[in-house]
């Protein structure tokens, strides 16, 4: 996952992109790039690093103009340690293209081949967005053949993209003197929604949060294979560009990627989280009685409405009983496995009294490796705790993600070909209780019923797009860079991952 954010303004944007990048921090911590347009001429920082970090005050004096760019990376294709795989992407041709990607490709390879032997575009990285970035250049001068360019143009291109292109994609693209188009892929897995200033400004955003954060009121979410062009005066058109869409968003965004504070697809993701939690309360009630449980404790952050709604449905008291520090990053987004269990203990700290002699059962959004888990769990026994049980909010992650979260190898997935009980064994907890896969998708759906349904293809192994089977999940791992948890990148992939909180 990444987060995108595309603006176009009357007044300039550097500090506005700045800021809803900040507010998207969350989804991406390897790298982070903007770029503004002024006067036909692209301006563009990035490196790797924190928002905070990239950016310093001589870098946004160096970033005029009232449209532009920005994204936040957490890398799921491509190379990590590779900073020209910061995003934006530039191509100069036609009219000087630069653009932002959050999803996956599955058919990349493909792709970068057909760029070489057939389009005649060349690609320097390994990244699945500059693939898209020239498939799209391809198709905008295939649609304008020299001549001034239309929105229609525009709206040709992305159908013959959304023809060629397979997996997950969010895009926001700017096009030098002419203005920004956003599309989503024809299933809409990844989010991209819309708002608009008092004084007219467009933003687009992977996150409702950074929309409303920004002093921007959010107006819609963009639909599935729809595209959206803005010109510079702030003039929106927009047209329906696939074939065919049917509406899957991730339900792992709700699970524990996005904000709680961001509404994705009409749905609220607290209000999703708070769901879980009533679902999960009955899961418990079958497997522990809730006479046995003294505390229930969430596992900072995701976990904490869900860890609420179940401790309030159980009669059980909730309590903090994990101090985070703020300042170490997502341990699923580190680039190793060593590094992630270095981490655990870093970025959390016991309050012992809430342990000491207690059967405690603590409440996590997801278990995907149980790096994370198993510390935390023999955190909570050097506690003192009497009994430690465990409850996910999410089902057990079975199966890899191809369409962008970095949750690669079946290998690295805990619950991957164990029962339950060898996946508590192995955590080392009393009991380990699993949210239901079809309890969670009605718990998620329940706010809003209009939806499709959601692509859970890490906990179902249904793949939306209908194109993913045994032979090319060994042929997008086969890519992967790195293979054993004591290589210094671990995360590398040619498709993608998810998480511990």
């Known amino acids: 996952m990444c987060g995108i954010v595309g603006v176009v303004s009357g007044a300039p944007v550097n500090q506005l992109i700045y800021d809803a990048l900040l507010l998207l921090q969350h989804r991406g911590q390897d790298a ?22 990239v950016f310093r005050t001589r870098n946004m004096r160096a970033l005029p103009g009232n449209s532009g760019l920005g994204q936040v990376r957490y890398p799921t294709a491509g190379n990590a340690f590779n900073e020209e795989e910061a995003q934006p992407f530039y191509v100069n041709a036609p009219f000087g293209i630069v653009l932002v990607h959050n999803g996956n490709l599955t058919n990349a390879d493909v792709l970068r081949a057909e760029l070489f032997s057939t389009d005649h575009r060349h690609t320097n990285t390994d990244s699945d967005s500059e693939v898209l970035l020239n498939v799209f250049a391809h198709e905008l001068e295939h649609a304008t053949r020299g001549v001034a ?5 525009v709206f040709k291109a992305v159908r013959a993209v959304h023809r ?63 595209a959206l062009f803005v010109d510079l005066a702030g003039n929106l058109s927009a047209q329906q560009c696939a074939e065919k869409t049917q509406h899957f968003p991730c339900v792992f965004e709700y699970v524990y990627l996005a904000r709680p504070d961001s509404v994705l697809d009409g749905i609220s993701v607290y209000q999703a989280r708070l769901n879980l939690g009533a679902s999960l309360a009955k899961r418990v009630v079958s497997t522990v009685p809730p006479s046995d449980i003294d505390v229930i404790i969430p596992i900072p952050e995701s976990s904490r409405p869900s ?40 970025k959390l700290n016991v309050i012992g009294s ?146 511990d909180a």
């Open 32 to 53: 982070a790039g903007i770029v503004t347009q002024e006067e036909r001429k692209f301006f563009m920082h990035k490196a790797k690093g924190m928002v905070r970090d």
């Open 354 to 499: 809430e342990f000491k002699g207690r059967n405690v059962l603590l409440v996590d959004d997801s278990i995907v490796r149980g790096t994370t888990s198993r510390e935390i769990v023999q955190m909570a026994r050097e506690a003192g705790a009497r009994k430690v049980y465990l409850a996910s909010a999410a089902p057990p992650v079975r199966y890899p993600n191809v369409y962008g979260i970095d949750m690669p190898t079946s290998d690295e997935l805990v619950a991957h070909s164990r029962t339950v009980e060898e996946v508590r064994a192995l955590i080392g907890c009393d009991a380990l209780i699993y949210q239901d896969v079809d309890a969670m998708k009605k718990a998620v759906g329940a706010g809003n019923p209009a939806l499709s349904g959601f692509d859970a293809s890490c906990f179902d192994g249904v793949y939306v797009t209908g194109d993913i089977g045994p032979d090319d999940i060994a042929r997008l791992n086969a890519g992967r860079k790195g293979g054993t948890e004591d290589e210094e990148d671990a995360s590398r992939l040619a498709l993608p991952n998810a998480a």
């Open 307 to 346: 860890a609420t709604q179940l401790a309030h449905l159980l009669g059980v008291p909730y309590r903090e009983g994990f101090v985070k520090n703020r300042y170490v990053g997502r341990t699923f987004i580190m680039p190793g496995q060593e590094v992630r269990k270095k981490s655990v203990r870093q």
């Open 149 to 153: 360019l239309q929105p229609d143009d």
């Open 164 to 226: 060629r292109v397979r997996g997950s994609y969010a895009v926001i693209a700017l096009i030098a003197g002419h203005g920004l188009v956003a599309f989503r892929d024809p299933y809409g897995i990844r989010p991209l929604a819309m708002g608009r200033s008092a004084e007219g400004a467009v933003v687009f955003a992977s996150e409702s949060v950074a929309i409303e954060g920004t002093g921007h009121e959010f107006q819609r979410d963009v639909a599935p294979g729809e």
